[in-house]
């Protein structure tokens, strides 16, 4: 494009050979779907589907020593729960 309309010096299309991408360049630039705007279902009943998340290791630990925290939430009730696990002595 560049050279055709004259923008670049010393470069000449005709040369130009096609680029072979490996497996992994491929991958990288692979499209990803949206996540749908509803699930296909839904729990019906708490803690059908409970959402576990860990945190850590923090550079600074809490008062009572922990490096990590577990996050635990009820997908049909939205409630959710932190837990400090006992630090290691």
């Not at 680029?19 to 490996?22: A, D, F, S």
């Given at each position: 494009m560049l050279s055709n309309q004259k923008l670049v010096d010393d470069f000449d299309c005709n040369t130009a050979k096609s680029?072979?991408?490996?497996k992994s360049c491929i991958d990288g630039k692979l499209h990803i779907r949206p996540f749908p705007k509803k699930g296909k279902t839904r729990p019906q009943n708490p803690l059908e589907l409970v959402h576990i998340d860990i945190c850590g290791p923090m550079k600074t630990p809490s008062l009572s020593g922990a490096k990590y925290f577990v996050t635990f939430m009820d997908d049909k009730t939205q409630l959710y729960m932190d837990i400090c696990p006992k630090a290691e002595k």
């Open positions: 680029i072979t991408l490996c």
